[in-house]
């Protein structure tokens, strides 16, 4: 089993910044990629950013040039510096784990989620 706990969730004006954090915990096994999810109130949870266990990156459209994602392997922790944020980006963010298990599949796992909000 995989454990994951984010922190760094908070209240921000437009226009600001917050550093979410994820740490992992358990049976990882190489080759995962991790993500950050969010999930508005009354819709439905969309991927914010990925990156592989090399560091290739991948990134929503509506984050782009605001969002980074990175991580450190050794210590099983993936973050996401959220720049020059706006009320839409008020959500409930999450954390991903991919990885494989039995032979040709994957699994995912989940953190508990961490809530950010934008403030106008």
């Known amino acids: 089993q995989v454990q994951l706990v984010e922190s760094g969730g908070g209240l921000v004006q437009a226009g600001g910044s917050l550093r979410l954090s994820c740490v992992a915990s358990?049976?990882?096994?190489?080759?995962?990629?991790m993500a950050w999810y969010r999930q508005a109130p009354g819709k439905q949870r969309e991927l914010v950013a990925t990156?592989?266990?090399?560091?290739?990156?991948n990134y929503a459209d509506s984050v782009k040039g605001r969002f980074t994602i990175s991580r450190h392997n050794a210590e099983n922790t993936v973050f996401l510096q959220m720049n020059s944020l706006k009320t839409e980006d008020t959500a409930v963010y999450y954390c991903?784990?991919?990885?494989?298990?039995?032979?040709?599949?994957?699994?995912?796992?989940w953190g508990q989620g961490t809530q950010v909000t934008v403030s106008s």
């Open positions: 358990g049976s990882i096994f190489s080759g995962n990629t």
């Open positions: 991903n784990l991919n990885q494989a298990g039995r032979p040709g599949v994957r699994y995912d796992y």
């Open positions: 990156i592989s266990q090399g560091g290739s990156t």
